[in-house]
C-alpha cells in the first residue's frame, strides 16, 4: 500500500494598495414620500457628478440598496403616526489613485450635504495577481518544508507530488469608519499603510523509503 503525506502551508504577502473602496449613503427625511424619493435621486445624482468630476470612471461607480419607508411614532388615545418619510440608497465607489481619494471624497461631501452618510472605507488592490503570487508561492513552501520535516522525522523521504488543493485565497483590506453623518467639506488624509492577500495549499506527497 502506497504511504503518502497530506501537509496544509499557508503563507500572507503585503503591499501598499493602490485601490480606495468607498461606500456612501444617501438619506432624505421629507414629509412626504414623493418629496423624500425626489430628493434622495437628486442628492445621488449630486453626489455621482461631483465624484466623476473628481476622476472616478462610470464603471467605478455602482448603485445599490432603494429604500422608501415611513417614520411612525406611537401617540397615545391614537395609534401610530408618520412623522416622516425617509428615502435611502448607497453608492459603491472605487478610487483608483490613492492621492485622490481625500479630495474625491471631500466633493461628495460637500455635494450631498446633509444627505450624505460615509457607510465605510477599504483600501485594497485594482490588480491583486501580483501580491497573490507572492503569497501562494509562500504558501507551497510553507506546505513543503512542513512536509519535509515530517518525512524526516518518519525516516522516509518525499516522492512525487500526488495532489494539490488551493484553498481560497482571502485579502485583508483595511476597513475604516462607520456610520459617519457628514458635517464639513474638507479633505481628511487617508493613510496607506499595507494590505494583505493570505494563500492556502494542501498538497499531497508519496513517501518514500
Not at 45 to 52: G, H, K, N, P
Request: aromatic residues 4%.
Amino acid at each position: 500500500m502506497k504511504r503518502t503525506i497530506t501537509v496544509t502551508g499557508t503563507a500572507s504577502a503585503k503591499a501598499v494598495p493602490d485601490l480606495v473602496t468607498l461606500t456612501l449613503g444617501v438619506e432624505t427625511r421629507r414629509e412626504t414620500a414623493a418629496k423624500a424619493y425626489d430628493d434622495a435621486g437628486a442628492a445621488a445624482t449630486a453626489v455621482a457628478a461631483s465624484l466623476r468630476a473628481a476622476g472616478v470612471t462610470d464603471v467605478d461607480l455602482r448603485t445599490s440598496g432603494l429604500n422608501l419607508r415611513a417614520d411612525l411614532v406611537w401617540v397615545e388615545g391614537q395609534g401610530q403616526k408618520v412623522t416622516a418619510y425617509v428615502a435611502t440608497t448607497n453608492l459603491h465607489v472605487g478610487i483608483r489613485s490613492h492621492a485622490d481619494a481625500p479630495a474625491a471624497i471631500a466633493a461628495a461631501v460637500a455635494s450631498g450635504g446633509d444627505d450624505i452618510r460615509i457607510n465605510g472605507i477599504e483600501q485594497g488592490f485594482a490588480d491583486a495577481s501580483l501580491v497573490t503570487s507572492q503569497a501562494q508561492e509562500g504558501a507551497w513552501q510553507d506546505a513543503l518544508t512542513r512536509a519535509e520535516q515530517y518525512a524526516s522525522l518518519a525516516s522516509a523521504r518525499l516522492g512525487a507530488v500526488v495532489s494539490i488543493s488551493q484553498q481560497p485565497v482571502h485579502s485583508a483590506p483595511i476597513p475604516m469608519g462607520g456610520l459617519v453623518r457628514a458635517y464639513a467639506a474638507e479633505a481628511l488624509p487617508i493613510e496607506a499603510g499595507e494590505s494583505s492577500v493570505s494563500a492556502s495549499v494542501t498538497v499531497e506527497w508519496e513517501l518514500l523509503q
